[in-house]
């Protein structure tokens, strides 16, 4: 499907009102089209609620996530509501997580699938129980990969990788091409005495 200015222009709204009236900024996010803009203002919008509002809003935009067709734009969307659910209830965010790992496993382009999974790590890095779920399949997407787009993803989520599973560390750092940065990662391991 593709994005139409409404699409855009509704999650803008939503963004602007989910603050102000989340109820009406709930109800303008259900009438976008394009589920990745629907499931982006629903989140906004239930960002604003409590209890089994804000969950019943959270699994909705969730469920739009999941109208994508491509699996990495269905875990990369959806980690907006697994993220904004962490906040709430860990628990239920970890189940989530697990389903998009799963989801990102099906995608077969390696860079699609540590985009994805690197989304979803940044979404839920302030919850290491949740972000603990990600970073594994996130390190073997990585090491599937070459090239300087999985070099750069590595740099960008090494930090997150060490909260969680620093014996990947290592692997991740010699799967980066050799180079000034390479070194860096792995110094900061000697630094660290992983």
């Known amino acids: 499907m593709e994005v ?7 999650r803008a709204q939503v963004s602007r ?32 609620f409590h209890g089994k509002e804000q969950l019943a809003a959270l699994s909705k935009a969730f469920a739009a996530a999941k109208e994508q067709s ?9 980690s ?31 860079l699609r699938r540590a985009h994805a999974l690197q989304a979803l790590a940044f979404n839920t890095s302030p919850y290491p129980e949740v972000l603990g779920l990600v970073t594994p399949a996130l390190a073997v997407a990585l090491l599937a990969g070459r090239g300087p787009r999985i ?32 070194q860096k990662l792995l110094t900061s391991l000697s630094d660290a005495s992983i």
Request: charged share 20%; proline share 5%; with cysteine.
């Open 4 to 10: 139409s200015a409404s699409d855009v222009q509704g």
């Open 17 to 48: 009102l989910a603050a102000i009236d989340p109820k009406a900024a709930l109800k303008l996010a259900d009438t976008i089209t394009h589920a990745w803009y629907r499931c982006q203002s629903i989140t906004a919008a239930a960002e604003q």
């Open 70 to 78: 491509e699996p990495n734009r269905v875990v990369t969307v959806a």
């Open 80 to 110: 907006w509501p697994v993220g904004a659910l962490a906040k709430v209830n860990p628990q239920l965010a970890g189940e989530w997580a697990t389903e998009l790992v799963s989801i990102a496993d099906t995608e077969p382009h390696s």
């Open 151 to 182: 070099d750069r993803v590595i740099r960008d989520t090494f930090e997150l990788v060490r909260s969680t599973h620093p014996y990947l560390l290592r692997d991740l750092a010699l799967h980066h091409k050799a180079n000034q940065q390479q």
